[in-house]
């Protein structure tokens, strides 16, 4: 078994709407064991290159982690609420090793992949704006 961050984050794609370029939130990543936690990378993240659509980051932002992760500490923004928290420039190496110690990305991620990507291609256009995207009452 092998994950690769930088390789998985390559799934989702950068979006063009409204002459806006960005990459939105990648989904939540779930391992087989349970363990979820948030990963992002780009110009809106805390990473290393700060930079949407890269191939390649040497650090990421991690986020709320589902269970407290010693190896996260030294990064972590709140020691008091280690799930609850943000992580800054972690390295991805160690990102991709506490995924693989929890079992790797189950398919739910890949579910979540997917669904991601059915709403932007079917909701990004040039006019498109988030409000759209929930109900108004």
Do not use: K, W
Not at 58 to 86: H, M
Request: glycine share 6%.
């Amino acid at each position: 078994m092998s994950f690769d961050f930088n390789t998985y984050q390559q799934q989702f794609p950068v979006v063009e709407t409204g002459g806006l370029t960005y990459r939105p939130p990648m989904p939540r990543i779930v391992c087989a064991d349970g363990f979820s936690l948030s990963v992002q990378a780009g110009a809106m993240a805390y990473s290393t290159p700060r930079q949407d659509g890269l191939l390649q980051y040497d650090a990421v932002e991690v986020g709320f982690p589902s269970a407290r992760v010693p190896e996260l500490l030294a990064y972590a923004e709140d020691l008091e609420e280690p799930t609850q928290t943000i992580y800054p420039y972690v390295p991805v190496d160690l990102v991709n090793a506490i995924i693989l110690s929890h079992g790797g990305v189950t398919q739910t991620a890949a579910a979540a992949r997917e669904a991601l990507h059915r709403l932007l291609y079917l909701h990004t256009t040039d006019t498109f704006t988030p409000h759209e995207l929930l109900p108004l009452e």
